[in-house]
């Protein structure tokens, strides 16, 4: 079968899912100025054309700096905020407006090659932001440099609904006719949570946000995020990024993602795979450990078939699962099952015997593992067992590092051992649960 036949079938429940929902993206200046920002602008021009409402923030920190460099002007920041008296205020305004220029010429260049040829596409940008005078802060007089007081929701709802695409700027205007420069980071923060969008997407230099060695973070809560940002300190990038995500979830937006524009493909990998190619800041559980029904059979068989194969399972038919299914416990993650096990109370005694503990490679060393041992325990001590058997050919230790002990047939009650199977002379090991 060709892969992207198969990657469709995989993505046409995200296509669904996806479809009239409203979805933040905001790119740095750094992002624009990438030479993936080509990929970039067409999967936006995808994601429009698959039913997306899409509102696209813009940064433009390194086109201001240029400007600032030829004209001979230091840069001045307190608190990682530009300063911005009136000559920068210039080199802002003729960053961010020829910036603009560019990304809707870009948007309508690449039409021809993209999803939505032949149909017409609008790029809408306007004064659709109120902004606010920072002020003075630590006796630091920001001048120029403010905040989003307020996002003309019903404006752009009203633009979204016909089928335009929504532009916003770092700038924003006040009541009175002052322009102020505005950090694109909290313009999409606060536009997602005025609108209440489905998504905010972040587009960072990195994959997404990275752990003390240097791996992916795949998912985190927004209680987890205070911990990262002390890691990361406030000077970096992925410290706005991250916090920006977590206050974007704290006020009401289901999910936030950090996503690479360095990356081709990024951002189409994160809304139409499960495992994604980012960081997912959600409020919502990812994954939930449940016990199993019969609708998981399908799920369970696409799961435990290869190990079966490979003769690290025992074999078990559709009927013979349909007729188990109330003794195996699962992890679903978006409506997959990744992870199962399954406890068969033994005859005659009070013991219990842990069987089919089985998990996605994809998924492996996340500690799904430990979850359904946990489970497994507590669903044998709520029915009265006092021990646990294990048979395993391959796990022995994952095991023994989790309390269980050398056991022997000759200590399995009777009803498991007349069932053992020397030819697979599997390991046996027991765990008491008192």
Same mark, same amino acid.
């Given at each position: 079968?060709?892969?992207?036949?198969?990657?469709?079938?995989?993505?046409?429940? %995200?296509?669904?899912?996806?479809?009239?929902?409203?979805?933040?993206?905001?790119?740095?200046?750094?992002?624009?100025?990438?030479?993936?920002?080509?990929?970039?602008?067409?999967?936006?021009?995808?994601?429009?054309?698959?039913?997306?409402?899409?509102?696209?923030?813009?940064?433009?920190?390194?086109?201001?700096?240029?400007?600032?460099?030829?004209?001979?002007?230091?840069?001045? %920041?307190?608190?990682?905020?530009?300063?911005?008296?009136?000559? *920068? !205020?210039?080199?802002?305004?003729?960053?961010?407006?020829?910036?603009?220029?560019?990304?809707?010429?870009? !948007?309508?260049?690449?039409?021809?090659?993209?999803?939505?040829?032949?149909?017409?596409?609008?790029?809408?940008?306007?004064?659709?932001?109120?902004?606010?005078?920072?002020?003075?802060?630590?006796?630091?007089?920001?001048?120029?440099?403010?905040?989003?007081?307020?996002?003309?929701?019903?404006?752009?709802?009203?633009?979204?609904?016909?089928?335009?695409?929504?532009?916003?700027?770092?700038?924003? %205007?006040?009541?009175?006719?002052?322009?102020?420069?505005?950090?694109?980071?909290?313009?999409? *923060?606060?536009?997602?949570?005025?609108?209440?969008?489905?998504?905010?997407?972040?587009?960072?230099?990195?994959?997404?946000?990275?752990?003390?060695?240097?791996?992916?973070?795949?998912?985190?809560?927004?209680?987890?995020?205070?911990?990262?940002?002390?890691? !990361?300190?406030?000077?970096?990038?992925?410290?706005?990024?991250?916090?920006?995500?977590?206050?974007?979830?704290?006020?009401?937006?289901?999910?936030?993602?950090?996503?690479?524009?360095?990356?081709?493909?990024? !951002?189409?990998?994160?809304?139409?795979?499960?495992?994604?190619?980012?960081?997912?800041?959600?409020?919502?559980? #990812?994954?939930?450990?449940?016990?199993?029904?019969?609708?998981?059979?399908?799920?369970?068989?696409?799961?435990?078939?290869?190990?079966?194969?490979?003769?690290?399972?025992?074999?078990?038919?559709?009927?013979?699962?349909?007729?188990?299914?109330?003794? #195996?416990?699962?992890?679903?993650?978006?409506?997959?099952?990744?992870?199962?096990?399954?406890?068969?109370?033994?005859?005659?005694?009070?013991?219990?015997?842990?069987?089919?503990?089985?998990?996605?490679?994809? %998924?492996?060393?996340?500690?799904?593992?430990?979850?359904?041992?946990?489970?497994?325990?507590?669903?044998?001590?709520?029915?009265?067992?006092?021990?646990?058997?294990?048979?395993? *050919?391959? *796990?022995?230790?994952?095991?023994?590092?989790?309390?269980?002990?050398?056991?022997?047939?000759?200590?399995?009650?009777?009803?498991?051992?007349?069932?053992?199977?020397?030819?697979?002379?599997?390991?046996?090991?027991?765990?008491?649960?008192?």
């Amino acid at each position: 079968m060709p892969e992207y036949v198969n990657w469709l079938r995989h993505a046409s429940p %995200y296509i669904n899912a996806h479809r009239d929902c409203t979805f933040v993206v905001m790119l740095p200046g750094d992002g624009v100025e990438h030479p993936n920002f080509g990929n970039i602008v067409h999967d936006l021009v995808l994601l429009h054309s698959l039913g997306v409402r899409l509102i696209l923030v813009h940064g433009s920190r390194p086109q201001i700096e240029a400007r600032l460099h030829a004209r001979g002007l230091e840069p001045r %920041y307190h608190e990682g905020l530009r300063i911005s008296d009136a000559a *920068t !205020l210039e080199c802002v305004i003729d960053a961010v407006g020829s910036l603009r220029l560019a990304i809707e010429a870009r !948007l309508s260049m690449d039409m021809a090659s993209s999803p939505m040829q032949g149909s017409r596409l609008r790029i809408v940008s306007g004064n659709l932001v109120t902004a606010k005078p920072i002020g003075v802060l630590d006796g630091v007089d920001y001048q120029h440099t403010g905040e989003v007081r307020r996002i003309d929701r019903k404006g752009i709802n009203r633009l979204l609904d016909e089928r335009a695409i929504v532009l916003l700027s770092p700038i924003g %205007y006040s009541p009175t006719g002052e322009i102020f420069n505005l950090a694109c980071e909290d313009v999409a *923060t606060r536009a997602a949570i005025d609108l209440a969008a489905d998504k905010l997407l972040l587009f960072g230099a990195e994959p997404g946000l990275l752990d003390a060695e240097g791996r992916l973070v795949r998912e985190i809560s927004p209680q987890q995020v205070p911990a990262h940002l002390q890691r !990361l300190g406030l000077a970096s990038y992925q410290s706005e990024l991250l916090d920006a995500a977590a206050q974007a979830c704290k006020g009401g937006v289901a999910r936030s993602h950090i996503v690479s524009y360095a990356e081709n493909g990024a !951002l189409l990998s994160e809304l139409f795979t499960r495992a994604g190619s980012g960081t997912l800041v959600a409020q919502e559980q #990812f994954e939930r450990v449940r016990e199993a029904n019969i609708e998981d059979v399908g799920g369970l068989i696409d799961l435990i078939s290869p190990l079966e194969e490979q003769g690290i399972l025992v074999r078990r038919s559709r009927e013979v699962l349909e007729r188990e299914i109330e003794h #195996f416990s699962v992890v679903e993650r978006e409506g997959m099952i990744i992870a199962c096990a399954a406890l068969y109370p033994i005859a005659d005694s009070e013991a219990g015997e842990l069987a089919c503990l089985a998990v996605n490679p994809e %998924y492996r060393h996340g500690g799904r593992g430990d979850e359904l041992l946990e489970r497994i325990e507590e669903r044998a001590r709520a029915a009265g067992l006092k021990n646990l058997f294990v048979l395993t *050919t391959r *796990t022995a230790h994952w095991f023994r590092e989790r309390g269980f002990a050398p056991s022997g047939v000759e200590r399995l009650p009777a009803a498991r051992a007349s069932l053992y199977n020397f030819q697979r002379n599997s390991k046996i090991f027991e765990k008491s649960l008192v």
